[in-house]
């Protein structure tokens, strides 16, 4: 079915005027679910979690039940399937963005196969973490707790961040302005509700900076004995950062649409970084205007990265900086991942990991 | 290993000392990760949202980026795999407690199988909800925001609701307090720190009543055609609630250590429910104090669930309240699906299953 801007608006007055029961809305995406055409193979599945601090709270901070003790904090939950073959290709990390969870690369929000189950069945051990502070790796409530009860005055509680639909069709150029797709959008806009459903509240700013998922990423890595990395959005930089804590389990960095490439590393950070396979992908339409007046376009975060890119190469390093447009494939949103073109694009990466990224050593 | 509690105590005691790092904390799970002896073949796992509600919220309740706009809230994320095998069973829910996600089901803390993953070996596709307000859920958070912003007192904040380690270790009834396990508990007690990790902060006292998880879990029955459903702790109720809203679709209801059997039931609710094969679980220690002070003892609210089903036995009900220690298995906790003998019990759950619950006609 072609999508024109004009059908696309009209079907979603029309969903917003219909969407008066969850009924509707829950209707779309369970029927909507595709089943693919062979079986998954699985070696094994299963989920973990990495670091965490064990810390003392009171009675106030845990929520009043019970008397002062210990939980953990800051850990990091990991889904993970592991595919019958493929010992040769390294395991692959897939980290989500701002407002979202791991949810980002499994089934998208019209149904099909999301990235998690396409990577396993091309033979790629995959893991998938919720960020510290979100989803299953829940987050630190005590500062909420203590507001609560009267010691902490509530400005110095850490915002809770949502983007609005509104906010984040221009934002993820989905199209020029809420319920306006582009032409040759790629996005799933009958899907939009589904899409939704799929953020929760983000409470990066209360974290500790460097965000606690950065090593808890080269941790992973690490037990991983060498994985490639890939990031989007507001944790673009997160397999940089987590490389430079160990660069030998750094096998390759994937940044889809990273929020910033850095321009904070030393010389030295960007020789170690100059060692390793990095790939930065970038969707169509960057110079819409984000609609949030703090958000430069993602053409100039495109331009960011590529003089980063130019810096990586001239300390020695061959990073590729992928358009897609150049290649003829056109309408790439922010959620490429989710994409109607979404398997197209992992391609892309998968070429680039076979052709770049060095082979696992397998023991016999 | 034989685990005496004083061995148990001093393990204890070495962990709280050396764990000072997260490499340390991490360090046990992924090592201890286990891999089935054959592979898991399904014919598809995925995941999707049921229900949410789309609604607008102003620049502060969505925490300061972007204009006023909407956002979907009350949305019950669900995870599944579906076996390739087992079209006459009907599917399984499973829906965690307090504190936890649908992490609950998966790998437990010392790395063995979950019950997500051995159902569907026993031919059962297998649905793990997060419960609205957490997990991949999320929540609405708009009522912290404006908290911050100042237009609503602090003391109106809904609170998060933890239980430190060592309140939940004699509650779930590992042993009489903290550190000390019961000579025959069947919990993975080495994997304690693990465990520890898999709380997050419970939002449920700041949701609207009844918590929308219960339509969710109705609605997801339908679309399935039917389910089993297993709840677990303050989830026990669920399932009898998710089924009085659509008795059809409802074929099984089991309740694992419910927080409490309801009272409240009209006596023609109580009929609704005796046609429906309902089987409740409890484990062992149910005397043991519960070191919450405001908290029955496991043994009280079992004798509620014991009047509960007399109460369907008496409206011609065939209900089951099984407590595996007059079959002499002996030490299970409150985290039963993570005890040493999980897939013990687990067996318990599908014999009871595969004799009482109707089996799915199949269309060839």
């Given at each position: 079915m072609k999508t024109s801007p004009r059908r696309v608006c009209l079907l979603l007055t029309a969903i917003a005027a219909t969407v008066t029961s969850t009924a509707v809305l829950h209707a779309q995406s369970f029927d909507s679910l595709q089943t693919a055409?062979?079986?998954?193979?699985?070696?094994?599945?299963?989920?973990?979690?990495?670091?965490?601090?064990?810390?003392?709270?009171?009675?106030?901070?845990?929520?009043?039940?019970?008397?002062?003790?210990?939980?953990?904090?800051?850990?990091?939950?990991?889904?993970?399937?592991?595919?019958?073959?493929?010992?040769?290709?390294?395991?692959?990390?897939?980290?989500?963005?701002a407002t979202l969870t791991g949810k980002t690369w499994e089934t998208t929000p019209d149904g099909r196969m999301g990235w998690d189950e396409y990577f396993v069945r091309k033979g790629r051990a995959v893991y998938i973490p919720d960020q510290v502070g979100r989803g299953r790796s829940g987050f630190d409530q005590s500062v909420y707790n203590n507001v609560r009860g009267g010691s902490i005055p509530p400005a110095k509680q850490p915002v809770f961040l949502r983007f609005s639909d509104e906010a984040a069709w221009p934002n993820f150029r989905i199209g020029p302005k809420a319920g306006v797709a582009f032409e040759d959008s790629q996005s799933p806009v009958e899907a939009a509700p589904e899409f939704s459903k799929q953020a929760v509240p983000d409470i990066s700013l209360g974290l500790p900076q460097p965000s606690p998922t950065i090593k808890a990423l080269s941790d992973l890595s690490?037990?991983?004995?060498?994985?490639?990395?890939?990031?989007?959005?507001?944790?673009?930089?997160?397999?940089?950062?987590?490389?430079l804590l160990n660069p030998d389990v750094a096998k390759g960095l994937v940044l889809v649409e990273p929020g910033a490439c850095p321009t904070r590393y030393t010389d030295d950070q960007i020789r170690t970084l100059a060692r390793i396979p990095i790939l930065i992908l970038f969707g169509d339409h960057r110079d819409n205007a984000t609609g949030l007046p703090m958000f430069p376009t993602w053409q100039g975060r495109f331009e960011v990265c590529q003089a980063f890119v130019a810096r990586l190469k001239a300390a020695g390093g061959q990073p590729e900086l992928l358009d897609p447009t150049t290649r003829g494939i056109r309408g790439n949103t922010h959620m490429m991942m989710q994409d109607k073109n979404s398997l197209q694009i992992a391609d892309l990466i998968l070429d680039w990991i076979d052709t770049r990224a060095s082979k696992r050593s397998v023991r016999k």
């Open positions: 055409g062979s079986p998954l193979v699985l070696k094994a599945q299963g989920s973990f979690y990495i670091g965490g601090e064990r810390i003392e709270q009171t009675q106030v901070e845990l929520g009043g039940m019970g008397a002062d003790g210990h939980i953990t904090i800051h850990q990091m939950y990991v889904r993970y399937m592991v595919p019958q073959r493929g010992e040769d290709n390294w395991p692959v990390v897939m980290i989500h963005g690490a037990k991983l004995n060498g994985a490639v990395l890939i990031s989007h959005s507001q944790s673009g930089s997160f397999p940089l950062d987590a490389a």
